[in-house]
T-cell receptor, first 114, second 111 residues
């Protein structure tokens, strides 16, 4: 079945540092890929997505490129802020019948210190 | 901006009691989902719902669980007889096609 493997956390960075959170996936077909973010005490917010190979999703300074050859969708940001502290989830979705259920990675806790 | 809403935000119940978690999906969305997240663990798929019927359910979604879209706007998850291990955050999500938007969740605590 489908699966998503994320880099184990927690990740602790100083403000303005470069961020990479690795994500690789296993899927039978051609999934769409997503990053969701969960701020403390809140629900899941869509951060960015990519629906086909070589697509780059971007939002709020975060980027991730859909790499079919390496089955990866690594999340990057050039300069993190304290407000980026959250849990980040990589996820994939494949159409299966009449649904597009999401399969999530375990999540990576990011803490950014001033 | 339209959003998914969920009520209640927190629910405490006794083991063996029935609970109903409520969700109002985004109005033009066609696909509806429930997920759960046990504290400190990953988000797990429970069930998907399309065209007024379940389209897929996970192994977690046993006979104690049911879903309903009673009135064209609400989407509910019922747990008939709660167990301690049902304690988790439950998220509702909806989508027009593939991209899902999540509600803020209901934190369920079973004592």
């Amino acid at each position: 079945g489908d699966s998503v493997t994320q880099m184990e956390g927690p990740v602790t960075l100083s403000e303005e540092a470069f961020l990479t959170i690795n994500c690789t996936y296993t899927a039978t077909g051609y999934p769409s890929l997503f990053w969701y973010v969960q701020y403390p005490g809140e629900g899941l917010q869509l951060l960015l997505k990519a629906t086909k190979a070589d697509d780059k999703g971007s939002n709020k300074g975060f980027e991730a490129t859909y790499r079919k050859e390496t089955t990866s969708f690594h999340l990057e940001k050039g300069s993190v802020q304290v407000s980026d502290s959250a849990v980040y989830f990589c996820a994939l979705s494949e159409r299966g019948g009449s649904n597009y259920k999401l399969t999530f990675g375990k999540g990576t806790l990011l803490t950014v210190n001033p | 901006e339209p959003e998914v809403t969920q009520t209640p935000s927190h629910q405490v119940t006794q083991m063996g009691q029935e609970v109903i978690l409520r969700c109002v999906p985004i109005s033009n969305h066609l696909y509806f989902y429930w997920y759960r997240q046990i504290l400190g663990q990953k988000v797990e798929f429970l069930v998907s719902f399309y065209n007024n019927e379940i389209s897929e359910k996970s192994e977690i979604f046993d006979d104690q669980f049911s879903v309903e879209r009673p009135d064209g706007s609400n989407f509910t998850l019922k747990i008939r007889s709660t167990k301690l291990e049902d304690s988790a955050m439950y998220f509702c999500a909806s989508s027009e096609i593939q991209t899902q938007y999540f509600g803020p969740g209901t934190r369920l605590l079973v004592l």
